[in-house]
């Protein structure tokens, strides 16, 4: 069964301490990978769409890598308006309109 | 411009009454999509319209769920008759085709007693 796993479950991290959340998948035929982000009583954000393994997109410090077995989410020096969770969904080429959805990364920066 | 509107944002009832829930896309996206997001099952694809039409309704969970697009600018969720096991918060998103990214709206939390 088609599978999205994202790791940790949460981070806390000190305001400036990079790091790295990771989204693996068990997909038969990828299409594209979407990474988004929540607010607490919100509705998910969109940041980026990854297509082929080794394409990257940035937006602020924020870098989304791309293999074929996984993504990651790159936050270079976390600011506190940088936590949220960060869910991450895999669409497949057979099924295209469908997003599956990981459980999420719930990143927590203390000043 | 306008992202994807949806009311109410909070809903309260009690069990055995119907509820709708309302969502308008974005305009010029053909897609429309309802999801709900719970703690233990994460975010879950209800039902998947293109150009007004129903494509996909395997994520409906059973009959009490229906879902409606009259037009373009317009969907419905009813849940008739609704059961604590609803509560949740129910998400509508829209795509401007259906494989590219989908943008959501700020979701309806409904509370079923």
């Known amino acids: 069964e088609d599978q999205v796993t994202q790791s940790p479950e949460a981070l806390r991290l000190q305001e400036g301490e990079s790091s790295s959340l990771n989204c693996s998948y068990t997909v038969s035929g990828l299409r594209g990978l979407f990474w988004y982000r929540q607010d607490p009583g919100k509705g998910p954000e969109f940041l980026f769409t990854?297509?082929?393994a080794g394409e990257e997109k940035e937006k602020e410090r924020l870098k989304a890598t791309l293999t074929k077995k996984e993504s990651f989410l790159h936050i270079t020096a976390p600011k506190p308006e940088d936590s949220a969770t960060y869910l991450c969904?895999?669409?497949?080429?057979?099924?295209?309109?469908?997003?599956?959805f990981g459980a999420g990364t719930t990143v927590t920066v203390r000043a | 411009d306008a992202g994807v509107i949806q009311s109410p944002r909070h809903e309260v009832t009690e069990m055995g009454q119907e509820v709708t829930l309302r969502c308008k896309p974005i305009s010029g996206h053909n897609s429309l999509f309802w999801y709900r997001q719970t703690m233990m099952r994460g975010l879950e694809l209800l039902i998947y319209?293109?150009?007004?039409?129903?494509?996909?309704d395997s994520g409906m969970p059973e009959d009490r769920f229906s879902a409606k697009m009259p037009n373009a600018s317009f969907s419905t969720l009813k849940i008739q008759p609704s059961e604590p096991r609803d509560s949740a918060v129910y998400f509508c998103a829209s795509s401007r085709l259906s494989n590219n990214e989908q943008f959501f709206g700020p979701g309806t939390r409904l509370t079923v007693l």
């Open positions: 969904a895999v669409q497949w080429a057979f099924n295209d309109y469908k997003l599956s």
């Open positions: 990854l297509y082929s």
């Open positions: 319209f293109n150009n007004n039409v129903p494509i996909d």
